[in-house]
DNA sequence: GGACCTATTTATAATTG
DNA sequence: TCAATTATAAATAGGTC
């Protein structure tokens, strides 16, 4: 009880914290923060969500519930990317997805490190579908996710 | 200024809420201060982050910054899933992706939606590493995603 | 680094219009 | 449905140990 300024007050909560010591235990208290009310929502909607956090230059914190995976997986599944030239119909999507898929079988025999934006484009395109399918088969992939808990800082 | 009970109260937030109004309220509000504080979190560490979410039966709400895909492009190749039956040696890993990888490619012409769960377990750990090199190649690829705002609802 | 403290700011449940 | 209100509960910045 002695020098005592602010506490609870600021209201600049959308700059960056220039000082690496405050920023660091910002981080820590907001992502505790944040991942806890995501596991409410979750509690109290029946949603499943997961979150991702890159601090810059960092290992990721995750947290998912149930799972980081399936709720990955099932967003990526969900998504139908339009193709970058054409408009897209709804209803060629898939046919298109699958012309690209053909295209792309002779890829995966050479060196995909050389790949041009052009070409990994349209291989992600091929890869987010076969990952569609794949995304049914079970869920015991999980490689020791959270499941409601805190992930170990 | 008659009725006037609760308001800011109740600690039950661990409990899905049973009426359906209120529960679709809760919803759109929790959801918004979740991605509010995930906003403020990445502009005050100045960190990636996104947020997925998939109420029950309904299409998935998503947070972003400064970009869905990117940031799960990156975890996912950040991931190095261990063998279901090997402990799996940190040197050997990518060496063992890349030897289902050659397995899968012959699975990439017959059809996918005939495989069991095994074989997709292993074709997933091949599009993962796939994926892993596809994500360096720009990020025009973006549908259409949130960059630090809102997500139409 | 973590655990606790506390003034202050935010989030939000229930309600009203 | 949807914005605004407001009492109350939570989150949290800065501090101490």
Redesign the interface.
């Given at each position: 009880m002695s020098t005592r300024l602010i506490k609870g007050s600021k209201s600049v909560?959308?700059?960056?914290?220039e000082n690496q010591n405050n920023?660091q235990v910002?981080?820590s208290k907001?992502?505790n923060?944040?991942f806890k009310?995501?596991?409410?929502?979750a509690?109290?909607?029946?949603?499943?969500?997961?979150?991702?956090?890159?601090?810059?230059g960092s290992?990721?914190y995750?947290f998912g519930h149930p799972n980081v995976n399936e709720?990955?997986d099932?967003?990526?599944g969900?998504?139908t990317?339009?193709s970058?030239s054409s408009p897209g119909i709804d209803g060629n999507k898939l046919k298109n997805t699958n012309k690209n898929?053909e295209r792309q079988?002779e890829w995966?025999?050479g060196p995909?490190?050389k790949?041009?934006?052009t070409e990994?484009?349209m291989?992600?395109e091929g890869?987010e579908y076969?990952?569609l399918?794949?995304k049914?088969?079970?869920t015991e992939?999980g490689?020791g996710y959270e499941n409601g808990k805190w992930k170990a800082e």
């Open positions: 909560r959308l700059a960056k914290i920023r910002t981080f907001r992502r923060g944040v009310k995501a596991n409410e929502l509690a109290m909607i029946g949603a499943e969500i997961c979150i991702i956090v890159f601090p810059p290992k990721p995750s709720t990955i099932k967003y990526v969900e998504e990317p339009p970058p898929l079988q995966f025999r995909i490190d790949m041009n934006y990994a484009s291989l992600k890869l076969l990952l399918k794949v049914n088969y079970g992939r490689y």
